[in-house]
Nanobody, 116 residues
């Protein structure tokens, strides 16, 4: 069974830091992994991706504050979030693209709440 399990969410004050983790299992030939988020009443939005070779891409809203990294041996992706703002409050979802057809797998989501 293809599965992504996120951890590391929680409550933090503005200006603080959190690190999210996402462990993949049962997913063959992962091409890229990434993070998205969805705030209440808003659409899910792209945050960051990292390819199997380590190339990264970030949304403008998080550049310079968030860092995505990946442990290919452990099939785990991380999101280090610094200088958090109340507008970063959302459910954060891990995503993996796999195989020749770049299929999607999504995690269950983890809540991040930033208080002002």
């Amino acid at each position: 069974q293809r599965q992504l399990v996120e951890s590391g969410g929680g409550l933090v004050q503005a200006g603080g830091s959190l690190t999210l983790s996402c462990a993949a299992s049962g997913i063959p030939s992962i091409n890229s992994m990434g993070w998205y988020r969805q705030a209440p009443g808003k659409q899910r939005e792209f945050i960051a991706t990292i390819s199997s070779s380590g190339s990264t891409n970030y949304a403008d809203s998080v550049k310079g504050r968030f860092t995505i990294s990946r442990d290919n041996a452990e099939n785990t992706v991380y999101l280090q979030m610094n200088s958090l703002k109340p507008e970063d409050t959302a459910v954060y979802y891990c995503n993996a693209r796999w195989g020749l057809t770049w299929g999607h797998v999504w995690g269950q989501g983890t809540q991040v709440t930033v208080s002002s």
